[in-house]
């Protein structure tokens, strides 16, 4: 029986495996749009309920990683963007990547 509730709640919330092969839980899955850009930074943020803000950062994503923390607590959510927005074009520059105006 534990086991059958182990998997329903799998399917239920987005389970996550993590480098260090534990498994964690989506707080929520957010659009790349609805996070704000720091161009000083490169790190996009977007409000976790404690108070502070998952982060991720541009080079993260141009990696594929689809994965946001919050420095401040244990809640991660996971980014939903097209990592082809992301990626370098045969000419060297980025694609419209949002959140990022082109120059």
Request: net charge negative; glycine share 6%; proline share 6%.
């Amino acid at each position: 029986p534990l086991l059958v509730f182990f998997i329903s709640n799998a399917c239920l919330h987005g389970w996550h495996s993590s480098k260090g092969g534990r498994m964690s839980v989506f707080h929520d899955e957010v659009e790349i749009e609805d996070f704000e850009y720091d161009e000083e930074t490169e790190t996009y943020y977007y409000p976790c309920p404690c108070g502070d803000q998952f982060e991720i950062t541009k080079s993260q994503l141009e990696d594929g990683e689809e994965v946001a923390t919050c420095p401040s607590c244990s809640l991660i959510v996971k980014v939903i963007y097209d990592p082809e927005d992301f990626l370098e074009v045969n000419t060297g520059t980025k694609k419209n990547v949002p959140g990022m105006e082109l120059a």
